[in-house]
């Protein structure tokens, strides 16, 4: 059993800590407050290869394992979780599924600029009716001729606004149920795709996340992703594999609130001594330290297994799981330790506390991931 992280891993992880304290840390309390897109901050995670970290480098990615992905999600994250988000999204909702179910032809003209950051993606499962219930898809696709027709609407689409390329989730046949779902490579230049609304949101607020329309939208054949019918098959392949994403946003994000408490702690003079002297505060912040190290070694052991070319459904939804509410936990406490000051918007931990939650809610709910251990465990 090997605990250490190899060299590459290790200067990788150094590299996206110096890009982010250096180009992202002093801005993002502002973006956060405006809600602002960071659009040089994407185009440099591109260049950095941070936006195709596990795809393969014939397909414009930078060829590296899920572990590398894992620890490229979690710095981002320490700092800016829609940074972390943003790449996540790109990484394994779209680059992830492309690579593994696209042709031929679509990784030469989809993956390539969307791995090598010429491109951005999102993915488009979520409906107004369709949440946790994936499978009550209202979205159509009709075949006409040489292309499919879509309508419909789609919630959450995180990216939205910024995507050239979306893995969209529709029906082709509904009298199938789930088995009639299909999935395309929509290209958002094309008429009749449109933006609703950019949610106004509690947290990651400078990734974007959108409600968007499908009004007779024309997707040539070419762009439908695996088979008719095999949508919501790919869909769950896809998150599984995301919410190793997620697990490594909420334990970065968990990071960045203990750095932050810890350093106040030791600062923090009270009754004539640092607050981190006390021992209610050194027990939180131990307690803090203790949960973040089990989640990190549940996340780097799912991307492993995912390495390994092992089962790791259970593992990413146990990651997912613990991860989220560990970063919740631990920013809770976070603004606890500073007092009224972690209620001000003057100290990043309420921004974290704010980003935390959603880690809870997407890509699946805490009580989607229960229920996703639950079958995995009780069919073994
Ligand atoms: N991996 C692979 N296959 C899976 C799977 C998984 N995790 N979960 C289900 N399947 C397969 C089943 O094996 C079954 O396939 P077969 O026909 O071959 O047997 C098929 O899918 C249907 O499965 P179920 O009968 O279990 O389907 P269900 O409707 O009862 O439940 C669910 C499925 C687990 C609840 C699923 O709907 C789910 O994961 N819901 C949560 C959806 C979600 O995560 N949404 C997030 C949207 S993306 C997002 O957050 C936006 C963003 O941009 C970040």
Known sequence: MQF??????????????????????SSAAERDEHAEWPTELVQKMGEMGLLGVAV?????????????????????????????VIASVNNSLVCYGLEKFGTEEQKRELLVPLA????????????????????????????EGDAYVI????????NGDHADTIILMAMTDPSKGYKGITAFLVDTNEPG????????????????????????FRVPTWRRLGEEGQGFKIAMTILNAGRIGIAAQALGIAQGAYEAALSYAKVREQFGQPIADFQAVGFTLADMATRIKAARLLTYEAAWRKDQGQDYIRDAAMAKLFASETAMW?????????????????????????????????????EIQRLVISREIVKD
């Open 116 to 143: 090598s950051g010429r491109a951005l993606g999102a993915f488009s499962l979520s409906e107004p009716g369709a949440g946790s219930d994936a499978a009550s898809q209202k979205t159509t696709a009709r075949r």
């Open 56 to 84: 393969s480098e014939e397909y414009g990615g930078a060829g590296l394992d899920y572990i590398s992905y894992a620890l490229v999600i979690e710095e981002l994250s320490r700092v800016d979780s829609s940074l972390g």
């Open 151 to 158: 309508n419909g609407v789609k919630n959450w689409v995180t």
């Open 330 to 366: 631990v920013t809770t406490k976070a603004i606890q330790v500073h007092g009224s000051n972690g209620y001000s918007k003057e100290y990043p931990v309420e921004r974290f506390f704010r980003d935390a939650k959603i880690t809870e809610i997407y890509e699946g709910t805490s």
């Open 193 to 216: 795709c449109s933006i609703v609304k950019v949610e106004n949101k509690l947290g990651i607020r400078s990734a974007h996340s959108c409600q968007m329309a499908y009004d007779n």
């Open 4 to 25: 250490q992280l190899t060299e590459d891993q290790q200067l990788l992880r150094d590299t996206v800590r110096q890009f982010v304290e250096k180009e992202a840390r």
